[in-house]
């Protein structure tokens, strides 16, 4: 993925909510059955409701981030569960500075 990518990924407010929320998940989503909020990552449903909107339209989202290498997708059972890629995170802040 090319640095325009990325930045096309993070040019939209709910994406940039999506990777502030899972910043700190145990303050902004409530816990789960299964998955561990730190470990393993948000439910992509959480992560919808929260949104306020369908699972499909998050799920758009979350796949412009993951196609982006900013978040990593877990499967648990018939859940996905998302958490940031805080090394490629790291990645785009040091070519950012770079600009």
């Keep these: 993925m090319t640095t325009i990518d990325v930045l096309k990924a993070l040019a939209n407010e709910r994406r940039l ?11 902004h989503f ?4 299964d998955g ?4 393993d990552g948000v439910c992509a449903l959480y992560i919808a409701e929260k949104l306020g909107m369908s699972q499909p339209s998050a799920g ?6 993951a196609s ?12 996905v569960f ?7 995170i790291e990645e785009v802040r040091a070519a950012m500075k770079d600009l």
Excluded at 17 to 27: A, M, S, V, Y
Excluded at 60 to 65: I, R
Aim: aromatic content about 6%; overall charge positive; glycine content about 2%.
């Design 30 to 33: 409530p816990p789960q059955v």
């Design 60 to 65: 758009e989202h979350l796949k412009v981030l």
């Design 82 to 88: 998302y958490r940031r890629n805080e090394q490629r």
């Design 68 to 79: 982006a290498d900013l978040v990593i997708g877990t499967r648990i059972k018939q859940w």
């Design 36 to 39: 561990d909020l730190e470990r």
């Design 17 to 27: 909510r999506i990777l502030d929320w899972l910043k700190d998940p145990t303050r």
